[in-house]
């Protein structure tokens, strides 16, 4: 059976300073999350075959750097566009925007960032994406916590209201095996 998994960026110097969206390099330890990728990926699949998807943003592209499969870079794959808040981090952006902070509180799922996305516009953009994943073999993609949200919310039928608080943490690989009905999950952290 075909083997799809997900993986956000090692850490970035964003995640450090708690700032949302940018295209940030990664940190000193999402560095080494990028190390220790390939020798994870290979002891599940050995030699078959596998192709790496990622977002044009650079924490997504340094972490596939040492993996030596195809590579492909999707747009669609960029994390959730925050619009003005793009760069503060979650206190400013509640000094700065108190109502839109208590509206995404409210329906995050819909809540859409004053000159940039919400969720379901992801789940939209995001449509091109799972129709070539349905099509292909074994693929990695390595994302951002919003995008993955998304795509495991697909493959788990999960309610949309549930998506945007689903937990994809860093620094671990997801591999979802589609079944007849649903599929099978499990989950590789590495300590780093
Ligand atoms: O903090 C990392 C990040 O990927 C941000 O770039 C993004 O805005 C955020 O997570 C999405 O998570 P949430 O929708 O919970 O704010």
Same mark, same amino acid.
């Given at each position: 059976?075909?083997?799809?998994?997900?993986?956000?960026?090692? !850490?970035?110097?964003?995640?450090?300073?708690?700032?949302?969206?940018?295209?940030?390099?990664?940190?000193?330890?999402?560095? %080494?999350?990028?190390?220790?990728?390939?020798?994870?990926?290979?002891?599940?699949?050995?030699?078959?075959?596998?192709?790496?998807?990622?977002?044009?943003?650079?924490?997504?592209?340094?972490?596939?750097?040492?993996?030596?499969?195809? %590579?492909?870079?999707?747009?669609?794959?960029?994390?959730?566009?925050?619009?003005?808040?793009?760069?503060?981090?979650? !206190?400013?952006?509640?000094?700065?925007?108190? !109502?839109?902070?208590?509206?995404?509180?409210?329906?995050?799922?819909?809540?859409?960032?004053?000159?940039?996305?919400?969720?379901?516009?992801?789940?939209?953009?995001?449509?091109?994406?799972?129709?070539?994943?349905?099509?292909?073999?074994?693929?990695?993609?390595?994302?951002?916590?919003?995008?993955?949200?998304?795509?495991?919310?697909?493959?788990?039928?999960?309610?949309?209201?549930?998506?945007?608080?689903?937990?994809?943490?860093?620094?671990?690989?997801?591999?979802?095996?589609? %079944?007849?009905?649903?599929?099978?999950?499990?989950?590789?952290?590495?300590?780093?």
């Amino acid at each position: 059976p075909r083997s799809i998994f997900f993986s956000r960026h090692g !850490e970035s110097q964003y995640n450090v300073e708690g700032k949302i969206g940018g295209d940030s390099p990664l940190s000193e330890r999402g560095m %080494k999350y990028a190390t220790a990728l390939p020798a994870l990926i290979t002891d599940n699949i050995g030699d078959a075959p596998l192709t790496v998807w990622t977002s044009t943003l650079q924490r997504t592209i340094q972490t596939a750097q040492h993996l030596s499969y195809n %590579k492909l870079t999707w747009k669609s794959l960029d994390e959730l566009d925050a619009g003005v808040c793009d760069g503060m981090t979650y !206190e400013e952006i509640e000094q700065a925007y108190p !109502e839109d902070f208590a509206n995404r509180d409210e329906d995050k799922f819909n809540y859409r960032y004053r000159g940039g996305e919400s969720y379901r516009d992801v789940v939209v953009r995001l449509e091109p994406v799972i129709m070539e994943l349905e099509r292909q073999e074994n693929i990695l993609i390595i994302g951002h916590q919003a995008i993955l949200r998304c795509l495991y919310a697909y493959f788990h039928n999960l309610p949309q209201a549930d998506l945007p608080y689903i937990k994809i943490p860093l620094h671990t690989v997801i591999k979802l095996t589609p %079944k007849a009905y649903g599929c099978d999950e499990e989950r590789y952290t590495l300590p780093i």
